[in-house]
């Protein structure tokens, strides 16, 4: 009656309300979305979406056939999901997402050892701060300093990675708390666990730069542009950094893995899940408390 890639471009104009967004989502170009989305109107005889100068908009029929084309989509991704348990063990491509401090400053320094004993796994790193979907195969494996609640996965807390306020041993006003100026992150983190901790630090203290990474505020710390929120597994490791304990709460986020529950039980996932979780034991600083 009508074909899955018709159906897939619709969902993808539904989901961004536009066009040129289903287009960006789908990384393709205007044409072929406006083409498919026509074709499918035609194989159903309906009118599906009114296309407005600026967005378009779900007819009432629309509507209907949205619901039905997520829940079609979700089966879609569930058969991929089967295949790739059936593959052969400790073989293939394996996606892990991680936030980016992770994958800099801790997993990337240990893939050598996971590809020594893992030679005939692919393991793709994603260094992502967001949310992904495992049900939508946007990743086998991902770790988060959030808990996951998407529906169909499997969790489980791996460490927590305490945060402490660091600043360079040459900092020029390290010896006088009422001058520190502070190293933070820009408005659009203005939610983020540890700015809420480091601005409460800070108090009525000036804010010297915004930076919306770790890596960054890593860097800027050391250059003594101020004082810093650092992960305790970067600021113990750097010699010319020194941690200020004098009146600062303690704080820390939790680390969970994630991974769906029909892929749970796939033997490189297996293998994945159980090198993050080893090389975050192994880290005192991120061992769980």
């Not at 309300?17 to 989305?37: E, I, Q, Y």
């Not at 394996?94 to 936030?99: E, Q, R």
């Not at 505020?217 to 750097?238: K, N, Q, S, T, Y």
């Not at 769906?260 to 991120?286: G, Y």
Request: aromatic residues 6%; neutral net charge.
């Amino acid at each position: 009656m009508f074909d899955w890639e018709d159906i897939r471009h619709f969902l993808a104009v539904a989901q961004s309300g536009t066009l040129s967004g289903a287009a960006r989502s789908l990384k393709v170009d205007h044409a072929p979305v406006s083409r498919r989305l026509a074709a499918l109107e035609a194989a159903l005889d309906v009118r599906l979406v009114d296309r407005l100068p600026r967005s378009c908009r779900l007819t009432t029929i629309g509507r209907q056939v949205f619901e039905r084309a997520v829940e079609m989509e979700a089966g879609a991704h569930g058969v991929a999901r089967l295949a790739k348990a059936a593959h052969a063990p400790l073989v293939g491509r394996v996606t892990l997402s991680a936030p980016p401090v992770l994958v800099t400053h801790l997993l990337a320094e240990h893939l050598a050892r996971f590809l020594a004993e893992y030679p005939d796994i692919r393991l793709s790193l994603s260094a992502q701060g967001q949310q992904v979907s495992l049900s939508r195969g946007e990743a086998d494996v991902a770790v988060r300093l959030v808990r996951p609640d998407e529906a169909g996965s499997v969790t489980r807390k791996v460490g927590t990675m305490a945060f402490g306020l660091y600043a360079h041993r040459s900092y020029a006003h390290l010896a006088a708390p009422e001058r520190w100026q502070f190293i933070a992150y820009d408005q659009s983190f203005a939610d983020m666990p540890q700015q809420s901790w480091l601005l409460g630090i800070a108090g009525d203290r000036p804010v010297a730069c915004e930076l919306n990474h770790i890596s960054e505020h890593l860097i800027a710390v050391r250059a003594g542009a101020g004082v810093a929120g650092l992960p305790c597994f970067l600021g113990e490791r750097d010699r010319d950094l020194v941690r200020i304990h004098e009146d600062v709460p303690s704080f820390a986020r939790d680390i969970w893995l994630v991974v769906h529950r029909d892929l749970r039980k796939t033997p490189a996932l297996r293998a994945v899940m159980d090198f993050v979780a080893v090389v975050i034991s192994e880290n005192q600083d991120l061992s769980i408390r």
